[in-house]
């Protein structure tokens, strides 16, 4: 295989590291800086205290940052742009594979006649033995099919059992945000009395935690503070433990997939057209219904209520999941809905800005379908955070049209029924059971499910294998974050070289310009080069090149006799990105004081994921300049590197010829801290580390740390790959010398 290398450049310093992109390794050969002895040390780029810029060491992005949208200038772009995002949101929430849906078992009795509209108590299984509960509104002169509409509440107090009081409705009322002394004291029942009086059938479900969804209780799911030690377990695991991280299992992807699951039940409704479906909330029931009409293809129109913001995301562990927001936010993924009718409001809040900052974008994206009158924003920022007849009266117009419902806009008092009347559970329909027991056996049977779907794709045939990548390439990709670099995105900067003999030992930058990170890296350049590369990682960073001494190791030495060119690297937190006596022992989190991995990793890519980033960096400087010809490419992960280069390999495959790797035996599902630095938000979710490697079947592949076998699936997939010949089993200490053997031999 021929490949190009991406950069060996040489510039006169670090502040011309961004000019000269096309310098050869050939001109750096011929440009010698005065030559020194080599000291009886590994090399240092940076003096001793000094750390590399990198963006990576700033501060962390968390919920309450600043979160722009630049929409892209076309279609095109936007299109390829919102199904990574789309991909991005379902692999988050844990929904990629979506769980195969289950008999909904719906209950709906206790029905209430109040003239105009009924209303009914419902509970259905969106999972097996997991419940969502809510009332079922109904206009009482229906006639045939007609809209459904599903409404999320938010973080009111008791949900959907919310009751303002006396006091606040008069001071609402007085305000103008309100017009009726009844009904004013519950704005979630209002707006769905009115739909149901414009003839919708409207269903008021319960968020997890809230009203007669106690089954996970409030105080897990919306106030998780501290990791329960009893939930963090290798088997039956809790949620927000390290091992439901791992696997993706959040409070955000249940209460997204009961959602889904309530679009389901609406659809089994006798008089619910199944095109005519929307959704609408306020608050967290605002994240619930841009979520919702983001993912689900089914939403004809959406009306999120004081949430669509580029400030403060979503405060509640109930509105965030690691992976979500990294270098996304609220703003794009309402866009996802696009160019459906979307309306949004602003209040003094969060949303406050919205017209200025957000909504022009979000308005842009319209602008791409020339459906720029289709989105809408009520901004009146004279009223705190609320759903109040202003805001309603704005959904209303905007959804008559689109679900075919009666233009009566103007709403009226009505009879608000009691928590009495509402509750779903009675004598007659026991409460199921809830508590950690059934927190353990939810997430167990979400985790079976799960694999049970991804080992039925395991292929057997190169046509099996193409439906398997088509699962998990989007999911291996939104868990690393991180493409391959593009021509140009890498660069090289000589710091200095040193005259070995037969070999140069250069060291400098290796920089991804797009990302504004920084690599201190060696390269042992034998003066008769025979066009190969090594890249060599150790857990080390570039001292695992070398001997206490100061000298390349021997197995280095051996590659170098050989006219094979190695390059060592200090990846993120590894060597010169340390101060002196310091460790990597944890990754950095946020200043939250809960213990929920979503609040930093639902905006900030782990420690983990970040070295696969400097994985695919160098990888990517090496292959992708045109300056300078290699022939052979291998990359070797060993002595804690290996889990790097592994959940790299499905990206570098394509670029690499060869990749020797030590896994160790390494499981990301074994991590029992979130702030290891290797716990990787998803790690587990596909087969875990097998699961990467299984995708890099495009290069041959040396492997230990794993037994005599291939583990399932690398095994199989590289058999249907036709690469079965191409790939070796060996020990531990056996990985380098076969390694070696075979760079030199080709």
Not at 150 to 177: K, M, S, T
Not at 274 to 284: F, I
Not at 350 to 356: A, G, L, S, Y
Not at 726 to 744: A, D, G, Q, R, Y
Request: contains cysteine; charged residues 20%; negative net charge.
């Amino acid at each position: 295989m021929f490949h190009r290398c991406s950069g060996i450049r040489r510039c006169s310093g670090i502040q011309r590291a961004r000019a000269t992109a096309g310098t050869c390794l050939a001109l750096c050969l011929l440009i010698f800086q005065s030559a020194r002895v080599a000291s009886a040390q590994a090399p240092r780029v940076l003096p001793l205290g000094e750390l590399p810029a990198d963006s990576r060491l700033q501060p962390l992005k968390d919920l309450n940052g600043y979160f722009p949208f630049k929409p892209p200038s076309t279609l095109e772009a936007w299109e390829a742009r919102r199904a990574l995002v789309k991909s991005q949101l379902l692999v988050a929430t844990g929904l990629w594979p979506m769980p195969k849906a289950t008999p909904l078992n719906p209950v709906v009795h206790g029905k209430v006649d109040l003239g105009d509209y009924t209303v009914e108590r419902v509970y259905f299984e969106s999972m097996p033995g997991f419940y969502v509960t809510g009332s079922l509104y109904r206009p009482t002169e229906s006639q045939g099919k007609t809209a459904g509409i599903l409404c999320p509440h938010g973080h009111w107090a008791n949900g959907r059992f919310y009751d303002c009081g006396e006091e606040e409705v008069e001071r609402q009322i007085g305000i103008a945000a309100e017009a009726f002394p009844e009904g004013g004291r519950s704005p979630l029942q209002s707006r769905c009395v009115q739909l149901a009086r414009m003839g919708a059938v409207v269903f008021h479900y319960d968020m997890i935690g809230y009203a007669d969804s106690q089954q996970i209780s409030h105080d897990v799911a919306h106030r998780f503070a501290k990791q329960r030690s009893e939930m963090n377990q290798e088997s039956r695991w809790g949620l927000f433990s390290p091992q439901a991280e791992s696997h993706l299992q959040s409070v955000m992807g249940l209460q997204t997939y009961n959602s889904i699951r309530a679009l389901d039940f609406l659809e089994t409704l006798p008089d619910v057209d199944p095109n005519r479906l929307a959704v609408t909330g306020a608050s967290g029931g605002g994240t619930q219904t841009f979520m919702l009409a983001a993912l689900d293809s089914r939403i004809k129109t959406a009306f999120p209520a004081v949430m669509v913001s580029t400030a403060m995301q979503g405060g509640c562990t109930c509105e965030n999941s690691s992976l979500l927001r990294i270098d996304t936010g609220n703003v794009e993924i309402a866009a996802l809905f696009a160019p459906k009718p979307l309306g949004v409001t602003a209040a003094n809040d969060w949303t406050k800005e919205m017209e200025t900052k957000g909504f022009p974008q979000l308005k842009a994206v319209y602008q791409l379908y020339d459906a720029a009158e289709k989105v809408s924003l009520t901004s009146r920022v004279e009223f705190g955070h609320n759903y109040n007849q202003v805001g309603r009266d704005a959904m209303y117009h905007i959804f008559q049209p689109v679900l075919g419902l009666a233009s009566n806009f103007d709403e009226k008092d009505y009879r608000r029924l009691s928590k009495e009347e509402m509750t779903v559970w009675d004598a007659d329909h026991p409460a199921p059971p809830a508590g950690e027991e059934f927190e353990r056996d939810l997430l167990e049977w979400w985790h079976r499910e799960t694999q049970n779907q991804l080992e039925q794709l395991i292929p057997d045939n190169q046509g099996a294998l193409k439906d398997y990548r088509a699962v998990l390439d989007d999911g291996v990709r939104a868990v690393v974050g991180r493409e391959f670099p593009e021509s140009g995105e890498t660069l090289w900067e000589l710091v200095e070289k040193v005259d070995r003999g037969d070999s140069l030992q250069m060291t400098g930058w290796v920089r991804n310009v797009e990302h504004d990170e920084t690599l201190p890296v060696v390269f042992l350049y034998p003066k008769v080069w025979n066009g190969k590369v090594v890249i060599w990682l150790d857990g080390r960073g570039k001292n695992g090149l070398y001997d206490e001494d100061g000298k390349p190791k021997a197995a280095v030495a051996r590659l170098v006799s050989a006219g094979v060119a190695v390059v060592g690297a200090d990846l993120l937190m590894q060597g010169e990105f340390l101060k002196e006596s310091e460790n990597a022992g944890k990754t950095r989190r946020v200043a939250n004081p809960r213990e929920a991995a979503a609040y930093t990793f639902g905006y900030n890519h782990s420690l983990a994921a970040q070295r696969v980033h400097d994985v695919l960096t160098l990888a990517g400087m090496i292959a992708r300049d045109e300056s300078h010809e290699v022939e052979f490419l291998a990359i070797l992960g060993t002595h804690g590197a290996g889990a790097a280069l592994a959940t790299a390999a499905p990206l570098i495959s394509e670029h690499v010829d060869l990749i020797g790797v030590d896994t160790e035996g390494f499981r990301y599902g074994n991590v029992k801290d979130l702030h290891d630095p290797s716990f990787l938000p998803g790690g587990a979710r596909y087969f875990d580390l097998p699961g990467f490697i299984s995708l890099a079947t495009q290069s041959r592949l040396v492997l230990a740390g794993e037994g005599d076998t291939l583990p399932s699936p690398i095994g199989q997939c590289f058999k249907a790959a036709g690469k079965l010949q191409s790939t070796e089993c060996v020990s531990e200490e056996n990985l380098v010398p076969e390694f070696s053997s075979t760079v030199i031999a080709q």
